[in-house]
């Protein structure tokens, strides 16, 4: 079992709706990061939590460090969103991130 | 700037070629980071340079040789790859690699180098 899981996998929706992508880990941590790729591209960060709540834009990530889960949610989805969304878990007390499989959005228009 | 720039965007090159990628920020981070990242897989972590020193080297094969020539420039010099080194090459950085209680490092990724072995 992965330390960083995600789900779901793959989702598509239609441009419009509400997304929401989970992000759970069994690792103690000092910091999650959400982070966006496009096909055959470089990573583009967008949030780095370790309490609470971030927005930015039509994007809110949350995290519950007890429950040991984050959810990164995307409001009023665009084709322009479509993309790998990841997950990666800084460990308590080490330089690296341990990364979540990814979950691969397709917003159809 | 926070940016970090990596070239050249696309590499083909031969088994026998030598050639080297680059990557460079300003934001003055003193750490910085080469990644592999294989289709539809996570970046794996390859070197960990901290302060323009290699503190970390995760078990790479000889034919990839990392360089921090300054704090700001990451070089990876690549010599007698194997086809299945073609990959995502990604650069990133950070403030520093501190691991001490209550901080956290954002690391920032570069746009990556596309690498085909032939």
């Known amino acids: 079992k992965n330390e960083v899981e995600q789900s779901p996998q793959n989702l598509t929706a239609q441009e419009g709706e509400f997304i929401t992508i989970n992000c759970s880990y069994s690792?103690?941590?000092?910091?999650l990061h959400w982070l966006q790729q496009h096909p055959g591209g470089g990573i583009v960060s967008l949030f780095m939590l370790s309490s609470g709540k971030k927005k930015h834009g039509r994007l809110i990530a949350t995290i519950n460090i007890q429950e040991k889960h984050s959810s990164l949610h995307i409001t009023a989805s665009h084709p322009r969103d479509s993309a790998v969304y990841i997950c990666a878990v800084r460990a308590s007390g080490t330089y690296k991130y341990i990364f979540g499989t990814g979950t691969r959005l397709k917003v159809l228009a | 700037d926070t940016e970090v720039t990596q070239t050249p965007k696309h590499l083909v090159m031969g088994m026998t070629n030598k050639k080297s990628l680059k990557c460079e920020q300003h934001?003055?981070?003193?750490?910085m980071y080469w990644y592999k990242q294989k289709a539809k897989k996570p970046p794996e972590l390859m070197f960990v340079y901290s302060y323009e020193k290699l503190s970390i080297n995760e078990s790479v094969p000889s034919r990839f040789s990392p360089e921090c020539p300054n704090s700001s420039l990451l070089n990876l010099h690549l010599h007698a790859l194997q086809p299945e080194d073609s990959a995502l090459y990604l650069c990133?950085?950070?403030?520093?690699?501190?691991?001490?209680?209550?901080?956290?490092?954002?690391?920032?990724f570069g746009p990556g180098t596309r690498l085909t072995v032939l």
């Open positions: 990133a950085s950070s403030q520093n690699p501190a691991t001490s209680g209550g901080t956290y490092n954002e690391q920032f």
């Open positions: 934001m003055g981070h003193r750490a």
């Open positions: 690792v103690g941590i000092s910091a």
